[in-house]
């Protein structure tokens, strides 16, 4: 029982750091732009971002909880591999965040589970996918790099269009329309922080009904409601404190963001996003907000890109899982230590 609680503890710190980590994919665009005062985007955001995982269903959180398994794995075990996985993701999230790097918590929690399940209870416990995918089903570990690996491509070409749109829709205004892009905004960042809320959150979610299941306190893997309102506090409160190191990255180092562009990014993001949370694809936020501005930069001045951030940004998202796996690993044998041969 106090591992169980212990694990509870962890999926819900995971979720704050989280939120804490992924504040600036949501308010970036909107502090660069001058849109809101700090004051009204708190607001905003932290009200949709706690709406998000009590609206937005639980299809996120059913693909994460699933894509190990850990049934037949002693429960001490099986709740020592969580502990290892989490602590992996949340070392991974507090040292790109020191850094002011964006880097995918999502990347991060699969790398920590995959590294932490394989050292301790070997791959078969890990459902890859493979064979279900040679006869044309998503699943498992193929389903969720399959939305971690196409979101930012997505997330890119829509950017890149939505541009297009707004520019073409624009054309005739006057800069006096800035004003009416930036009241546009209270909209398009309410709507994703809902989104991310709706789809991050799940993670956790997903992390926190499994614990409940392999300690033995819930027969079958249903999300509580309790689990959901304490997950949509914890990654309220992550996104209330504020990674704002990573601010100056999204909103200023890749591509110079005026109002057009700020809509044009909330806009892409939210509806990848949220349609994402709705068939059950576990994205990163973080990586669909930084290729829709650098999808919008192409479409404008592709020379103004600033792709050497670009690919810094590329070669952080390219190392998360392995990096987290690490750190997950080594955590599984100091966990070890402290609770005897488990």
Known sequence: MILTILTVVIVLFFDYTNGFHDAANIVATIIASRAMTPVQAVIIVGTFEFLGPLLGGTAVANTIGKFVTLGDVQAVLSLAILISGLVGAIV????????????????????????????????????????????????????????????????????????????????????SANTGLRYAQFVTAAGLAFSHGANDAQKSMGMLTLALLLGGFIPTFEVPFWVMLACAIAITLGILSGGWRIVRTLGFAIYRVRPIHALSSQLTSAAVILTASFIGAPVSTTHVVATSIMGIGSSERPKAVRWKKAKDIAITWVITIPGSALVAIQTFALVNLFIGKV
């Open 92 to 175: 991974w999230n507090l040292a790109t965040w020191y850094f002011g790097i964006p880097s995918s918590s999502s990347h991060a929690l699969v790398g920590g589970l995959i590294g932490a399940v394989v050292v301790s209870a070997g791959m078969d416990n890990v459902v890859w996918g493979f064979s279900q995918l040679m006869h044309g089903q998503l699943t498992g570990i193929m389903k969720v790099l399959a939305s971690l690996i196409l979101s930012p491509i997505i997330g890119f070409w829509a950017g890149f269009l939505m541009l297009r749109l707004l520019s073409i829709l624009l054309f005739t205004a006057t800069p």
